[in-house]
């Protein structure tokens, strides 16, 4: 899953955002940034690999290790996730919600930059999006979609979402055994190629969606960062998936103009606004944000919905309160648009969830000059990683805070910089209202019909590409709402251990 920082906020940065160590004055040099791996061979190497494999638990040691503003490695390195466009800096990593501050509240000092990806018309094309502009350029593309993600546009979806999601739970048995990562990967990919694109994703082979999802999947791999572009490659299988994106992208756009685009999807709006202003959106513009709404509108609410109905399944007496709340307020039937955000219970959960296994967990910002962060000075050209995800597990804002506790929420408020799962800012998630209501909706609608039961001795580990999930799917049986709340939750292995106190 807007608005500006006000001139209060960014007047208070530099005060609130200071390290110790900035605020008596004194700052560091950053070849004394602490890191790992001084002078050893192909430490830079090591270190990436080490990265790409398991982002979380990488960003774990080094915290554990060297603390809140940590380098990838001492000696130099370059940047691990996008192009610079200024030579000589390093990457850092920045992890304390001061930091995360400075950064997201200074736009002029940290903008945002491309990913690594193939030297292509269609990755030029694809990356002309809101995710990686900058400036007043920014602005107006932000000031461009609201609309589209406004209350009566969100009102226009919620039929979509119902319809889809009812679909599936009824296609659901007693006693089946689910991969509930990829029902959920399929029913939000449903939802969002009808409420973004206008097209209905199941009546089509290889669809827009899908192929953005597996496109995703490989710009982010390790592998499409080797550039052999020979036949069997990733780098080639990229380049490929990309021009069939565009060129699908481009059969879309020009079917929807020709039929006059009069609907309440996305991508109608879209060609409506450039019909009247064509200043609005390049050729370019318009076939990245059309890309990028697939990021707003599937993989994090896809992600999410996985990680709320685990935890719920791992946690039997906040199911059993959750379940209570729904039935006494909707007897079984959907929330309507008005009684969404008027369940506390829920809310509480949706907030807890997306604290513990927040779904976008790292992003990555250049230093456009020389600057300063938690007390060390930051060449310009650096990339500067931050995470959200570890400031949701940082003892000095949440007590217990690998502690699934939606009841946390009856006596905590926490600042803007220390709860931060759909950003904040100008770079807030365009689609996080329609992300929003879409995790409450659903999870509603699934813990009204179905109880989920985790599946013993299962191995749930975690992948990272934009987002994290379940790397090898999350097996779950599909049980009658008989209130055997106890039985869902089972004995689990993993690296999810490390990231959520499960218990014994």
């Given at each position: 899953?807007?608005?500006?920082?006000?001139?209060?906020?960014?007047?208070?940065?530099?005060?609130?955002?200071?390290?110790?160590?900035?605020?008596?004055?004194?700052?560091?040099?950053?070849?004394?940034?602490?890191?790992?791996?001084?002078?050893?061979?192909?430490?830079?190497?090591?270190?990436?690999?080490?990265?790409?494999?398991?982002?979380?638990?990488?960003?774990?040691?080094?915290?554990?290790?060297?603390?809140?503003?940590?380098?990838?490695?001492?000696?130099?390195?370059?940047?691990?996730?996008?192009?610079?466009?200024?030579?000589?800096?390093?990457?850092?990593?920045?992890?304390?919600?001061?930091?995360?501050?400075?950064?997201?509240?200074?736009?002029?000092?940290?903008?945002?930059?491309?990913?690594?990806?193939?030297?292509?018309?269609?990755?030029?094309?694809?990356?002309?999006?809101?995710?990686?502009?900058?400036?007043?350029?920014?602005?107006?593309?932000?000031?461009?979609?609201?609309?589209?993600?406004?209350?009566?546009?969100?009102?226009?979806?919620?039929?979509?979402?119902?319809?889809?999601?009812?679909?599936?739970?009824?296609?659901?048995?007693?006693?089946?055994?689910?991969?509930?990562?990829?029902?959920?990967?399929?029913?939000?990919?449903?939802?969002?190629?009808?409420?973004?694109?206008?097209?209905?994703?199941?009546?089509?082979?290889?669809?827009?969606?899908?192929?953005?999802?597996?496109?995703?999947?490989?710009?982010?791999?390790?592998?499409?960062?080797?550039?052999?572009?020979?036949?069997?490659?990733?780098?080639?299988?990229?380049?490929?998936?990309?021009?069939?994106?565009?060129?699908?992208?481009?059969?879309?756009?020009?079917?929807?103009?020709?039929?006059?685009?009069?609907?309440?999807?996305?991508?109608?709006?879209?060609?409506?606004a450039r019909q009247q202003d064509p200043s609005s959106l390049s050729d370019d513009e318009m076939i990245g944000q059309a890309f990028t709404m697939f990021f707003a509108?599937?993989?994090?609410?896809?992600?999410?919905?996985?990680?709320?109905?685990?935890?719920?399944?791992?946690?039997?007496?906040?199911?059993?309160?959750?379940?209570?709340?729904?039935?006494?307020?909707?007897?079984?039937?959907?929330?309507?648009?008005?009684?969404?955000?008027?369940?506390?219970v829920l809310d509480r959960v949706i907030k807890e969830s997306l604290r513990v296994l927040t779904p976008a967990v790292f992003f990555a910002r250049e230093a456009t000059?020389?600057?300063?962060?938690?007390?060390?000075?930051?060449?310009?050209?650096?990339?500067?990683?931050?995470?959200?995800?570890?400031?949701?597990?940082?003892?000095?804002?949440?007590?217990?805070?690998?502690?699934?506790?939606?009841?946390?929420?009856?006596?905590?408020?926490?600042?803007?910089?220390?709860?931060?799962?759909?950003?904040?800012?100008?770079?807030?998630?365009?689609?996080?209202?329609?992300?929003?209501?879409?995790?409450?909706?659903?999870?509603?609608?699934?813990?009204?019909?179905?109880?989920?039961?985790?599946?013993?001795?299962?191995?749930?580990?975690?992948?990272?590409?934009?987002v994290i999930g379940p790397k090898d799917g999350l097996p779950m049986i599909v049980r009658p709402l008989d209130g055997r709340f106890e039985e869902s939750r089972k004995?689990?292995?993993?690296?999810?251990?490390?990231?959520?106190?499960?218990?014994?």
């Amino acid at each position: 899953m807007t608005e500006q920082p006000s001139s209060s906020d960014d007047a208070a940065t530099a005060a609130v955002s200071a390290s110790p160590m900035e605020a008596s004055g004194l700052v560091l040099p950053s070849s004394q940034v602490p890191g790992p791996c001084r002078g050893a061979l192909l430490a830079w190497q090591r270190q990436a690999l080490a990265f790409f494999r398991n982002p979380v638990a990488h960003m774990m040691e080094l915290r554990r290790r060297y603390g809140d503003t940590v380098r990838l490695v001492q000696g130099g390195n370059r940047p691990l996730l996008f192009r610079p466009s200024v030579p000589g800096g390093a990457t850092f990593f920045a992890f304390g919600s001061e930091s995360a501050r400075a950064i997201l509240t200074q736009t002029d000092v940290f903008e945002t930059r491309r990913p690594p990806g193939p030297k292509s018309r269609a990755y030029d094309r694809l990356t002309t999006n809101m995710f990686f502009i900058n400036g007043e350029r920014h602005k107006q593309q932000r000031r461009l979609f609201m609309p589209a993600f406004h209350r009566d546009s969100l009102k226009a979806y919620y039929g979509d979402m119902v319809h889809f999601t009812h679909r599936m739970l009824e296609a659901w048995q007693p006693g089946q055994r689910i991969d509930l990562d990829h029902e959920m990967h399929r029913v939000t990919l449903n939802i969002s190629s009808r409420a973004l694109y206008g097209i209905d994703a199941t009546a089509r082979e290889n669809s827009l969606a899908q192929q953005m999802s597996e496109m995703i999947f490989t710009l982010f791999s390790p592998a499409s960062m080797v550039p052999i572009n020979l036949p069997g490659t990733p780098y080639r299988r990229l380049v490929r998936q990309m021009e069939r994106i565009v060129g699908q992208l481009e059969r879309e756009i020009a079917e929807k103009e020709s039929a006059g685009a009069s609907g309440d999807d996305v991508l109608s709006m879209m060609i409506r606004a450039r019909q009247q202003d064509p200043s609005s959106l390049s050729d370019d513009e318009m076939i990245g944000q059309a890309f990028t709404m697939f990021f707003a509108g599937h993989d994090t609410a896809s992600k999410a919905l996985t990680w709320t109905l685990f935890l719920l399944s791992q946690h039997p007496e906040v199911m059993a309160a959750l379940s209570t709340e729904l039935q006494r307020e909707l007897s079984g039937q959907p929330p309507t648009y008005q009684q969404i955000y008027g369940l506390p219970v829920l809310d509480r959960v949706i907030k807890e969830s997306l604290r513990v296994l927040t779904p976008a967990v790292f992003f990555a910002r250049e230093a456009t000059r020389d600057t300063t962060l938690g007390g060390y000075e930051i060449p310009a050209g650096s990339e500067v990683i931050y995470s959200p995800y570890m400031i949701h597990i940082d003892e000095a804002y949440f007590d217990r805070p690998k502690t699934f506790d939606p009841d946390r929420w009856l006596s905590i408020k926490p600042g803007k910089y220390e709860y931060l799962p759909f950003g904040v800012g100008s770079r807030t998630c365009i689609g996080s209202s329609f992300g929003g209501m879409q995790l409450r909706l659903m999870v509603a609608m699934i813990v009204q019909r179905w109880r989920l039961e985790g599946v013993a001795d299962s191995r749930i580990d975690v992948k990272t590409n934009v987002v994290i999930g379940p790397k090898d799917g999350l097996p779950m049986i599909v049980r009658p709402l008989d209130g055997r709340f106890e039985e869902s939750r089972k004995p689990l292995r993993g690296f999810i251990r490390e990231m959520v106190d499960l218990g014994p």
